[in-house]
């Protein structure tokens, strides 16, 4: 089963620890989807290789008041690809849903 990790605005971003944890766990791919403060799109990338990519982009890119949703896959159909990872755009677009860096107005990940 998935893990989705909800960082809201205001609180601090997810400890190394229980990054490392969550992908020890699920080690079938890391995409993020965050909104910044004050825009409207929501942003997706989910070609992180580790949790160590993923945390260090998080430092370098988010900040306490962002809002983020963390996917860590456990592949239970389809490839463990990049592409396949979550989160991904809703859209009636094919191909966005297998871009590993956009923008939206909206997006998912599920279980």
């Given amino acids: 089963m998935c893990i989705i990790v909800v960082k809201k605005s205001g609180v601090a971003l997810p400890k190394e620890e229980w990054l490392r944890n969550c992908e020890d766990a699920n080690p079938h791919g890391i995409g993020i989807m965050w909104w910044k403060v004050g825009g409207q799109d929501v ?26 949703v963390i996917h860590f896959r456990w592949a239970t159909a389809g490839l463990k690809d990049e592409g396949n990872r979550h989160p991904f755009p809703v859209t009636k677009c094919k191909e966005l849903l297998r871009e590993t860096e956009l923008r939206c107005q909206m997006a998912l990940v599920h279980n």
């Fill in 43 to 68: 942003h997706i990338k989910k070609d992180f290789p580790n949790h160590i990519a993923l945390n260090g982009w998080m430092q370098s890119h988010l900040t306490i008041d962002d809002v983020a």
